[in-house]
């Protein structure tokens, strides 16, 4: 089974602090992305990435980056965290081009920022 | 731009039927997904369906596809407790490896 694995799952920092949220995935996807999720709002790409050193905005980078120098691993950054990026994160990868083009998820990381 | 639109909240007695539907706009999509998210956990996927579909069955759950009208419906039989969790529909897009997911619509199950 394909396993996507946040090495955080609960994080607590204060205004203004860099936030790393890392992520690993076992399958050699290429593809690797990142979401936030809020209620009534469901999931919102930050980024995503389809090989090494590639990244794309998603929907809301803004206040995000992103680092993806092994193919395994995909970091979001935080360079300065605010109130307002309390949420749930999620990893998720795929395979490009074959299969279904399902995302297999992460158990989420969630961040509270005071 | 892609949307996928879902109602939040729905409420069963176990034992009924539950349909949960959603509205997307890309037509280029080859696939939508129904992803399972329980309390405190990521999002699995349940099933999906091929855009050249109109229904596919899977045991206690049965995907209608209408293409014209945009609309996709997961159809949960016999509900049980256990099936309480947030329910998103999801759209791929086409040549992007991206999908774009809705609200989530909270299933709630009552004994």
């Known amino acids: 089974d394909v396993k996507v694995t946040q090495s955080s799952r609960y994080l607590v920092k204060r205004t203004g602090e860099k936030v790393f949220l890392e992520c690993v995935q076992d399958?050699?996807?290429?593809?690797m992305f990142w979401y936030r999720q809020d209620p009534g709002l469901g999931l919102r790409l930050i980024y995503f990435?389809?090989?090494?050193?590639?990244?794309e905005k998603g929907d809301i980078p803004e206040g995000y980056s992103v680092s993806r120098e092994k193919k395994e691993r995909f970091s979001l950054i935080l360079e300065s965290a605010s109130t307002n990026q309390t949420s749930m994160y999620l990893c998720?990868?795929?395979?490009?081009?074959?299969?279904?083009?399902?995302?297999?998820f992460g158990e989420g990381s969630r961040l509270t920022v005071l | 731009g892609e949307d996928v639109e879902q109602s939040l909240f729905l409420s069963v007695r176990e034992g009924d039927s539950s349909v949960i539907n959603c509205t997307y706009t890309?037509?280029?999509?080859?696939?939508l997904y129904w992803y399972k998210q329980e309390p405190g956990a990521g999002l699995q996927l349940l099933t999906y369906?091929?855009?050249?579909?109109d229904m596919k069955q899977d045991q206690r759950l049965t995907v209608l596809l209408n293409k014209k009208d945009k609309h996709l419906s997961l159809r949960i039989a016999d509900t049980q407790t256990g099936d309480s969790a947030i329910y998103f529909c999801?759209?791929?897009?086409?040549?992007?490896?991206?999908?774009?997911f809705g609200q989530g619509t909270t299933l709630q199950v009552k004994p």
């Open positions: 369906i091929f855009s050249n579909m």
């Open positions: 399958m050699d996807h290429e593809n």
């Open positions: 890309d037509s280029s999509s080859t696939y």
């Open positions: 999801a759209e791929s897009i086409e040549n992007t490896g991206k999908l774009i």
């Open positions: 990435s389809y090989d090494v050193k590639m990244k």
């Open positions: 998720a990868s795929s395979l490009t081009g074959r299969g279904t083009g399902e995302l297999f």
